[in-house]
């Protein structure tokens, strides 16, 4: 397939993400649009169990978002099998596949109680069928095309809660902690193993994120999910979840720290030893924190929120999209980053979104505190 960006342009988008990572002067923010293409109809199900069906759409939709999007987008492939539950399922986890052909399959949970946790395997997660399966599968991307790689990764901390029953999850955090810290621990183990056996069959230099599908400064591949931090306090994000996230961005580099929301613990987002440069949230869930959010990470990191949800990213009116963009921005100049990021359907005209967002983006620019 020939897409119709030269290396010079692409380098050039590259370097505006570098800059901004590192608060140094631009004349617009980045604006990311990703413009779905799926002119077979593949039900998500489908391109989960096929690497021809998943590569076939990841292609259409990086052409059409070329040829729509006139700036700042850098194309990625993400292949996956299991849509963030692989490491769950190489702890011994079952996939439950749903009869909605377009919903993800959800992990089964394993633990109910204490003694269940000291069931779970100790080594040999990057063996299991699916993790074999899924470096076979990322191979085939490698071969059919040059787009640099993410993976589809959760953090540890998610992968914990996937597995495990609600109920004893949340109450172990009160009665036994170190319970869960233990089962945090294996979580982290299994995701750098199987981390370990995805870069050394494909190299580093292929592999620019963990889990985002953004493109990522080398060196800063590192990548965390953790939506269980929506609902501990603060005491034990501190206390838990930092320390464990924080094992992964030293080991693969300071990068993406995503939560949905909303953010009771923002403060401590950047509190780690390798505290991430960019933090990617839900504008549905975030909305009421985006002043904390402003404050914690001034100076520091840049949030990248997704404009976009469930009832939106097929209008062809994206007006009110236009609008969050415009009320987020007013919140976080002059001292902090935001970049906004749409996920769009078919009908929606990119071209048009980009220019829109464009004037926001030059007067974000304008206003900004930069460090140089």
């Known amino acids: 397939m020939t897409i119709n960006i030269s290396s010079g342009e692409l380098e050039c988008r590259k370097q505006r993400i570098r800059d901004l990572w590192n608060y140094r002067k631009l004349d617009h923010i980045p604006i990311i649009i990703i413009s779905a293409n799926n002119p077979w109809r593949y039900s998500f199900q489908d391109q989960l169990r096929s690497s021809e069906k998943q590569l076939a759409v990841q292609l259409k939709t990086i052409e059409k978002t070329l040829a729509s999007v006139p700036d700042d987008f850098i194309p990625v492939l993400q292949p996956n099998m299991a849509d963030a539950s692989e490491v769950a399922v190489s702890l011994g986890a079952d996939l439950f596949w749903g009869t909605n052909l377009d919903q993800s399959p959800v992990a089964t949970h394993m633990i109910h109680c204490d003694e269940d946790?000291?069931?779970?395997?100790?080594?040999?997660?990057?063996?299991?069928?699916?993790?074999?399966?899924?470096?076979?599968?990322?191979?085939?991307?490698?071969?059919?095309?040059?787009?640099?790689?993410t993976l589809n990764l959760r953090g540890p901390t998610d992968t914990s809660w996937s597995i495990s029953d609600g109920v004893w999850f949340f109450s172990s955090m009160k009665t036994s902690p170190q319970i869960i810290e233990h089962v945090y621990d294996l979580a982290t183990k299994a995701t750098c193993a199987i981390v370990d056996r995805i870069i050394g069959a494909v190299g580093r230099k292929r592999v620019v994120d963990l889990g985002a599908r953004h493109w990522c400064p080398e060196g800063h591949e590192?990548?965390?999910?953790?939506?269980?931090?929506?609902?501990?306090?603060?005491?034990?994000?501190?206390?838990?979840?930092?320390?464990?996230?924080?094992?992964?961005?030293?080991?693969?580099?300071?990068?993406?720290?995503?939560?949905?929301?909303p953010h009771p613990s923002a403060n401590l987002y950047l509190g780690g030893q390798?505290?991430?440069?960019?933090?990617?949230?839900?504008?549905?869930?975030?909305?009421?924190?985006?002043?904390?959010?402003?404050?914690?990470?001034?100076?520091?990191?840049?949030?990248?929120?997704?404009?976009?949800?469930?009832?939106?990213?097929?209008?062809?009116?994206?007006?009110?999209?236009?609008?969050?963009?415009?009320?987020?921005?007013?919140?976080?100049?002059?001292?902090?980053?935001?970049?906004?990021?749409?996920?769009?359907?078919?009908?929606?005209?990119?071209?048009?979104l980009y220019a829109a967002a464009r004037k926001i983006s030059e007067f974000q620019a304008r206003q900004m505190q930069w460090v140089d």
Not at 228 to 246: G, I
């Open 117 to 149: 946790v000291y069931k779970l395997p100790t080594s040999g997660w990057e063996d299991q069928p699916i993790v074999q399966s899924w470096v076979e599968r990322i191979k085939f991307f490698v071969q059919e095309s040059d787009w640099p790689l």
């Open 222 to 261: 590192g990548y965390v999910s953790d939506d269980v931090a929506t609902s501990v306090s603060p005491d034990f994000f501190d206390r838990m979840n930092l320390h464990t996230n924080d094992k992964i961005f030293g080991r693969y580099g300071q990068g993406i720290f995503h939560i949905c929301g």
């Open 274 to 352: 390798f505290p991430p440069h960019v933090i990617t949230a839900s504008w549905r869930y975030t909305l009421k924190y985006l002043q904390r959010l402003s404050q914690a990470l001034a100076g520091k990191a840049v949030l990248y929120l997704e404009l976009t949800d469930y009832e939106t990213w097929q209008e062809a009116d994206f007006s009110p999209l236009i609008a969050r963009y415009q009320q987020a921005v007013d919140i976080f100049i002059p001292t902090t980053l935001l970049v906004p990021v749409f996920t769009i359907g078919e009908q929606v005209d990119g071209a048009a």
